[in-house]
């Protein structure tokens, strides 16, 4: 089965600096490669703050121009599977950033395979970590 994955910032972090071979392998052998809007606002927010905005933004326009790789925006079914989420998260006591509730949103939405650091995604158990 073809691999569709989604990027979460501090992954994608990760593989503009260049720190993980293990990435990398893993978004060249992925069919598609999916940035929820979500993180590409984060990333812009610190590219804002940053002192390389420019070229962060350049790197990241290249990254989105890539064969198979594109953003994903929500639509009026995702804010259904938002709700969803943020209720199971409420119901296990297992709070989850409000970002991340969006991303969870699109992944679960999209049947994507979500690439993040971040642990609290595993209070998700309909989502499939890489």
Known sequence: MALRLALDTNRYVDLARGDDAGLRN???????????????GELRGGFAIGTQGKQNERELQR????????VVYPTDTTTRFYASIYAQLRAQGTPVP??????????????????????????????ELA
């Open 98 to 127: 409000t970002n991340d509730m969006w991303i969870a949103a699109l992944v679960v939405e999209h049947d994507l395979v979500l690439c993040t650091r971040d642990a609290h995604f595993k209070y998700l158990p309909q989502i």
């Open 63 to 70: 990254f989105l121009r890539k064969p198979g790789v594109d």
């Open 26 to 40: 893993l978004i060249d052998h992925a069919q598609e490669v999916w940035l929820p809007y979500v993180v590409v």
